[in-house]
């Protein structure tokens, strides 16, 4: 069976100058459209200096308040304010009684052996010191006066 083939259909063709918007159309178009978009970026411009000046305003009212806050803060710091306030709340200077020496066997490294299952120990300590070095203990020197 034969497939039924398409006749051609003769299409006019179109005509541009006929149906084209005048030049004159096209020109005042294009002055339009540019006014447009030069007041929309004006406009744009306008705005973004407002929020650039309440930016300006609200960081000057920020550093305002942070030196206002570090002058207070170096008004607690002082010696005097730190005497008081230290009495205010009943503290006094420790007392030579008060110091507790730790033997250094006591300390994380202090060279003191583990106790039953010292291979077990040492292995655990090693495999801490490797995924989290940051928590490895540090010895205290101490010094004798």
Known sequence: MRKPTKTPVLRRRYDFDRRALPLGAWILLLLVGGAFVEVWQVTQVSALTLRIDEAQVDLAKAEARRDALEAQLAQHRTRTALEAEAKRLGMK?????????????WLAGGGGSEEGGGALVAFGRR????????ARARTRSVSSN
Request: negative net charge.
């Open 93 to 105: 200077p420790a007392e030579p009684e008060q110091v507790v020496v730790v033997p250094a066997e």
């Open 127 to 134: 495999i801490a010191e490797t995924l989290v070095p940051s």
